[in-house]
């Protein structure tokens, strides 16, 4: 698999999550004046500014994958878009969102959480693994395999992001922290503790990894990502 067909995948989901962190910075949505230490778009620039660099990246990530610089065969392309749009659209990333901003107002379970979070979060990066397979010709097994790993490293991913929330400082983070609880956002931090949040991300990340039990070494990269998502300080 040639190295630019992976980079222009990868390009065109870092496009998609950098239109995410744009937009969900806006005054309307979690309203955010620092990202990666740095003032948001909206705070730089101003909210239209903001509204439509999101709009652009989102459009000019669908062009990257409709290139046939990113792959010969225009069946494969079509693929890796239509998992970009499943993980990008109203059944992942944007559907998320809303139902996050719905838990604002109370009432949600447990099972409503990890819907929400596997929508919010989870769905972008099971896109992203899977576009690898599909790119690298993963036969059904291995896709199975690899779309069960994706899920649970998106939970670990989602859940690690959480407890930071509460633990880590905005000096860290490069943003702002706390704003989960001020906003009465419904995690799982928020449900069963700090204490208890990790030993979930244990049991979660040990899930990814049981997932890649046939792929032997081949898959370490993706075995050292499920632990970084967990381990990680910002």
Do not use: W
Not at 34 to 57: E, N
Not at 153 to 159: E, H, K
């Amino acid at each position: 698999m040639p190295k630019d067909q992976t980079l222009r995948a990868g390009l065109a989901i870092e496009m998609v999550h950098c239109y995410s962190l744009i937009h969900d910075d806006l005054p309307a949505m979690d309203d955010d004046d620092l990202r990666r230490g740095r003032p948001t778009v909206h705070k730089a620039y101003d909210d239209a500014t903001a509204i439509l660099a999101g709009d652009a990246l989102l459009t000019q990530a669908f062009a990257v994958l409709a290139d046939p610089a990113c792959h010969p065969d225009a069946e494969t392309r079509i693929r890796l878009v239509g998992e970009l749009a499943a993980g990008s659209g109203t059944g992942g990333m944007v559907g998320g969102q809303m139902r996050d901003i719905e838990g604002e107002q109370g009432g949600f379970s447990e099972t409503d959480i990890a819907t929400m979070q596997a929508m919010k979060t989870g769905a972008l990066i099971r896109a992203a693994v899977r576009m690898g397979a599909i790119l690298g010709g993963a036969d059904a097994r291995a896709l199975s395999a690899l779309t069960a790993y994706a899920e649970a490293a998106g939970r670990a991913f989602q859940l690690a992001d959480d407890i930071l929330d509460v633990t880590a400082t905005p000096e860290a983070m490069g943003k702002a922290t706390g704003k989960d609880q001020e906003a009465g956002k419904q995690t799982v931090v928020s449900r069963v503790g700090v204490d208890g949040a990790r030993k979930m991300l244990d049991g979660i990340v040990n899930e990814a990894l049981l997932a890649l039990r046939t792929f032997g070494p081949k898959a370490d990269g993706l075995r050292a990502t499920a632990r970084y998502f967990a381990a990680r300080q910002k």
